[in-house]
């Protein structure tokens, strides 16, 4: 039984969750050093869901635009999991700064199939630039 | 089937109807342990004692954390009290500068145009109703049932509630249904003359915005430092005993308004008081940090989750209700929680004894960034497939099975609890807008003046546990079990800290808690 069970984690964890879709678009930026501030991300990331033929990616990211910023929990909660367990590394001590762990972040990227990545590709790079 | 409107509609039918108010003569004084004496007026007093309103003092503010805590035994309903007491401070103090600014026609002040006792009222009436869609233990059954399809469906559909959490949509409904409102203007608005706006009121509850005019109004019941937090934040302090300050003097003083991006105007605070702000963020991550997230609430909560699943999985009844819609929560407080310890069902009546009686699962694994050593990335990969659907459930028997397989013990699956704690957000930072007059829109984000949310967030991401619970008798064997689960199937290579966390090894010589 306890082989069933450890293959049953296995095949939910290849399961694409949000986290998938963050990591696989920081994957693709061109630089590992990125700006840390969540108000940035968080409209950049709206802005990239408001853009044409992304939408279907970040369906799942729903954005409150009633404050001075659009805002996700679930983003803020994909955020804060990837700095809590260091894929984004925060750089002491002005923390000011994330440090993309690229190697663990392509692991995302690959889940997806070939036209997918393309976009993926795109958007992330979109985003970098948004944030920056 | 009746959808969650529906549903919620027939809940309020069901205790007003034949619910006769007592006039209320005069303005009464309720007395405070956080805030002192307080006035409140007649048809707030009126709104008081609807059963609606009332069953908020069965619920905790604080869920279970009074098991750890043991005078944290305050309620829904003294906090509602204080936040209509604080809404209204932020009232006064707001009002003091809008009408100085009108004087001296300055903008933004000559663009507000509703007037204070306008805004008073709804402010006070929203405080007291803003909690009203509770369940039992607060945020613990809402967990549960934010989940379930009805409330997940009604959030879809109402662009009020995209934002919403699950209780406040309750409350929302409560509000803006028609039976509420029927009785509201027969026996509130007509009997005590006061004109209020119910959907309005609602909005304010959910945070939402549809009229321009009114959102630094909802602001102040649904902001970034909102009534409601100031209240929580003394009040769960105070009643824990956890030592915290709040300069909300300063805060009333520099309170002010801005316009945000679309030209709406919206609660604000000038640069000068930041530091309160700064009091709130760190504030609520020692909140996050030593009581609701302390590994003994964990426990207790793990436990009441149980059993609320184990009652809607067995279509048991509680109180006529089998948990079936979102608003079988409202017929529920703490209270019917507890009398499940006489239950016939074995399972229901063992979980609800052990909680009401404090005999809660001990620590058999702590999963950290300090018990996986170098590589917490490892942890991540759990996180991410726990929360998918039956995550949990699979974990709990492949421990369970790993016991025996492995270790030749046998550990009944339902006495192994996972608990993965949620972080707590700072949007505050990102959303609360600063008044600097030097800037091009006229504020700036908390953020930008002073990263504190960075500093706090990296606190408490250290601070972040998992755990495996389990019975004393069967520690040893579900840390070995767990440990050999969480290496197969997710490559988590634990350290020594992970047991010595638990304190299994001491348990015969140290206190344990």
Known sequence: MLETYIKQLKLLRQEVAPEDIIMALFSQMKSDIIRKDHGAIQEAMFKLRETPGYKSFLEDFIFDTSGITPYSKLLEKVINRLETFSVFGTLNPSYDMYKLDKDYLLNAYEKFDTNKKDLLARMGQELESLIA | MLDLKEEVEKYVTNQLPDYKLLHIRAPKVIHDTVWGSNLFMPHEVALLDLPLVQRLRRISQVAVASLVYPSGNHNRFEHSLGVAVIGEQLVNALFQKIEEGQKKGLKPFTDVQVNKDFVLTHVRIAAIMHDCGHGPFSHLSEKIYEKFDDLLKVKKEDPALSKASAHEILSY???????????????????????????????????????????????????VFDADKL????????????????????????????????????????????????????????????????????????????????????????????????????????????????????????????????????RALVLSRKTTGTDPKSILKAVITLDRNGGLDILKKAISAAAKEKLGKDVPEEEI???????????????????????????????????????????????????????????ETVYEASKIVLEEAFDIKLNDFSRFLCKIDEEDISSNV
């Open chain 2, 231 to 362: 209240d929580y934040i003394q009040r769960d302090s105070h009643f824990t005993g956890i030592k915290m300050v709040l300069d909300l003097q300063r805060l009333f003083y520099t309170v002010d308004l801005v316009y945000d991006a679309s030209e709406k105007l919206r609660l604000s605070v000038d640069i000068s008081g930041v530091s309160t702000l700064e009091q709130i963020i760190f504030n609520k991550m020692m909140l996050f940090t030593t009581v609701y997230h302390h590994h003994k609430v964990r426990a207790a909560e793990s436990i009441f989750k149980d059993l609320i699943m184990k009652l809607k999985s067995e279509t048991i009844k509680l109180n006529g209700v089998s948990f079936s819609s979102t608003a079988d929560f409202l017929h529920l407080t703490d209270d019917d929680i507890y009398t499940l310890a006489g239950h016939e069902n074995k399972v229901i009546r063992y979980l609800a004894t052990n909680l009401r009686n404090r005999r809660l699962p001990m």
């Open chain 2, 417 to 475: 609890w996972i608990d993965l704690q949620p972080g707590p957000n700072f949007k505050e930072a990102t959303l609360c807008p600063i008044k600097s007059m030097g800037e091009k829109q006229n504020f700036i984000k908390l953020h930008e003046v002073l990263p504190v949310d960075d500093w706090v967030q990296a606190f408490s991401q250290v601070k972040w546990s998992g755990y495996v619970f389990t019975r004393p008798e069967y520690r």
């Open chain 2, 173 to 223: 409904l409560i509000v803006s249904s028609n039976s509420f409102k029927l009785f509201f203007e027969k026996n509130i608005s007509h009997e005590y003359g006061v004109k209020v706006d119910l959907n309005l009121v609602a909005q304010m509850i959910v945070g939402y915005v549809k009229d321009q005019r009114f959102a630094f109004i909802v602001d102040i019941i649904n902001g």
